[in-house]
């Protein structure tokens, strides 16, 4: 008895080649240097513009562990998804924050980089 088991999931990808129908395969996307340049700017911002930010200790414990999970991502060259995971919980974290014109800016900067995932 033969079992072929074919799982293919890709999220958030463009032009993505699949080794379909190939044995012992696995393969992944790392990020480009763009890509963690973003994220270092996005990190940068965030530290040059906490204090601006008026959010309460929830959000800024929730933003500050958002940073160092893509602080991490970017230094480990983890993956697009990694990365993008990271910078979408910390637009969830800045909540507070986003009625304040620094919390828009973050906020800008940040869907901006996840656009270029």
């Known amino acids: 008895m033969s079992v072929t088991n074919n799982n293919v999931h890709i999220s958030g990808s463009n032009n993505v080649n699949v080794a379909a129908g190939s044995k012992n395969v696995e393969q992944s996307v790392s990020v480009t240097q763009k890509q963690v340049q973003e994220a270092r700017n996005l990190v940068d911002a965030f530290r040059q513009m906490a204090p601006l930010l008026q959010m309460s200790e929830d959000d800024k414990a929730s ?3 958002a940073v160092g999970e893509i602080e991490a991502a970017a230094h480990e060259g983890a993956s697009a998804g ?36």
Do not use: C, Y
């Open 82 to 117: 990694v990365l993008k995971s990271a910078v979408t919980s910390f637009i969830g974290a800045l909540g507070s924050a986003a009625g304040t014109g620094a919390g828009q800016a973050l906020l800008a900067l940040a869907q901006a980089a996840l656009l270029g995932m």
């Open 63 to 65: 933003a500050e562990g």
